[in-house]
């Protein structure tokens, strides 16, 4: 997903874009419980998207750095990272090409190949 779009998104009704998109194509949605807690999928999905998006986080092996992104007690959770991707998976990969796909997003930052280009560059 480009940084401009990105920037557009915001916490507040994030879940709930998330679950419309769900409930648009028919899929049943439930914010997951991570760490004993529920999973903040905003920020999940900022911090896959700012790495590159999930394709580059996965290809690189880069789930344990969004864990620690998120700043969550992960005393006993021995998984963690595999639970994150697996959350991401489950509840944002279909969102994520969805926002890609839609007339609003043009080109897929996410794919492999590198993170979202800087200003910099």
């Not at 991570?34 to 790495?51: C, N, Q, S």
Request: glycine share 8%; net charge neutral.
């Amino acid at each position: 997903v480009p940084p401009e779009v990105l920037r557009t998104l915001q916490r507040d009704g994030f879940a709930e874009m998330v679950e419309a998109h769900y409930n648009r194509i028919g899929k049943r949605f439930k914010v997951p419980i991570f760490a004993h807690k529920p999973l903040d999928l905003y920020k999940v999905f900022v911090e896959v998207e700012t790495r590159g998006g999930y394709h580059y986080v996965t290809d690189r092996k880069m789930w344990k750095e969004v864990c620690r992104a998120l700043k969550v007690d992960l005393t006993g959770q021995t998984s963690a990272s595999y639970n994150i991707r697996v959350n991401f998976e489950k509840f944002l990969l279909e969102f994520e090409d969805h926002l890609c796909q839609t007339g609003q997003n043009g080109s897929h930052s996410s794919t492999p190949g590198g993170p979202p280009s800087t200003s910099d560059s």
